[in-house]
Structures are given as structure tokens and as C-alpha cells.
């Protein structure tokens, strides 16, 4: 098995293409080891001290260091590649049978209101998630204030606590839907 590797805009934050699909549909983000237990491969790399994030996308994991690490990626990288590949090799599920990906309700939307969120959504899935998968992570929609204008994203992977990440959501992906939506006056992470 052969796993490449990409940097990220996160230096803190490597990407692995182990050459295979990871998620059939949808990501996974863990923030912890707690968040990673009902995942063998996540606990495999939490299991590595200086991990501190996971992220499964489409065919990517992406592995988050800890902030502050004096680690350097070039010791760090040959530990997670040896815990994906053991993984792989061994064929193992990537969810506990009882613990397989959640996702969050989201909220119900009614008239124009669930026309313009479905715009915002459509903009996001294929304007916005493939350019943010590219850099190993991804955006989730989490909500729209109508009154307010305000659109609410969740930055995950390499994205999330990426230096990067605040001016992507102001300065791209703001303006972009202010300029499809015209009811949209702000987006802001969650």
C-alpha cells in the first residue's frame, strides 16, 4: 500500500491519500480522542501522542498536531502512515459496529426562507466544498438567521483553527454568496 502525503494551508495539519476510499458519503471530523473511540483507525492515531485532530473525508485523512509541538512532521509522519497502513492491511472496519458517523439535525426551513437556504446549501456543495477538500478539510452547513442575514459554517479538518480559515470565510466565501444570495449580509463559524 502506498500513501501519499500533502501539505496543507494549516501547518499543523498533514494529509493522507492512502489511494482508496475513506467515506463513502459525507466527512467526519474528531476534535478529541473521546470524539475518535468509536473509530478503530481514529483511536489508532489518537493513540499517537502528538496527534490532537482527525479528519476523514472522501479519500483523505487528515491529521492534526498539537499546537505548540516542537515535533517535527518528518518523526510524526512515518508513525501515522504505519497506523493507516495497519489499518488497511488489516482490513478493519472504520466504525464500531454500534458507533457508525453521525450527523446533526439541522433546523427546518419553510417558504423563502427554504429557497434561499437551498441556494446557500447548492453554492456551498459545489463551489465551496470541493476547493475546501483540496486543502483537507470541509465546510458544513449549520444554519441561516433570516432576520440577520447570517449564514453559520462549520470549518473542519485542516480547515478547523487553520490560520487561513477566517479570512476564506470572509474574504471567499462571504463575498461569494453575497454576490449569488443577495439576502445574505454575513457568514460566521461554529
Not at 518528518?74 to 478493519?92: D, S
Not at 473542519?156 to 463575498?175: A, D, F, H, Y
Amino acid at each position: 500500500m502506498f500513501i501519499q502525503t500533502e501539505t496543507t494551508p494549516n501547518p499543523a495539519t498533514l494529509k493522507f491519500l492512502p489511494g482508496r476510499e475513506i467515506m463513502a458519503s459525507g466527512t467526519v471530523d474528531f476534535p478529541d480522542a473521546e470524539a475518535g473511540k468509536r473509530s478503530p483507525l481514529a483511536s489508532r492515531l489518537f493513540a499517537i501522542p502528538e496527534v490532537e485532530r482527525v479528519f476523514f473525508g472522501s479519500d483523505f485523512v487528515t491529521v492534526t498536531k498539537r499546537a505548540g509541538e516542537d515535533t517535527d512532521w518528518r518523526h510524526l509522519k512515518p508513525m501515522i502512515l504505519g497506523a493507516i497502513m495497519e489499518h488497511f492491511t488489516k482490513q478493519l472496519p472504520l466504525f464500531d459496529s454500534e458507533a457508525q458517523a453521525g450527523t446533526d439535525a439541522e433546523p427546518v426551513y419553510e417558504g423563502e426562507e427554504a429557497d434561499i437556504v437551498r441556494e446557500i446549501k447548492e453554492l456551498i456543495e459545489t463551489r465551496v466544498r470541493p476547493a475546501v477538500a483540496a486543502d483537507g478539510g470541509d465546510i458544513i452547513f449549520k444554519g441561516f438567521d433570516g432576520g440577520s442575514g447570517t449564514v453559520f459554517l462549520k470549518m473542519q479538518g485542516s480547515c478547523s483553527g487553520c490560520p487561513s480559515s477566517t479570512m476564506t470565510l470572509k474574504n471567499g466565501i462571504e463575498n461569494m454568496l453575497r454576490h449569488y444570495v443577495p439576502e445574505v449580509s454575513a457568514v460566521e463559524a461554529v
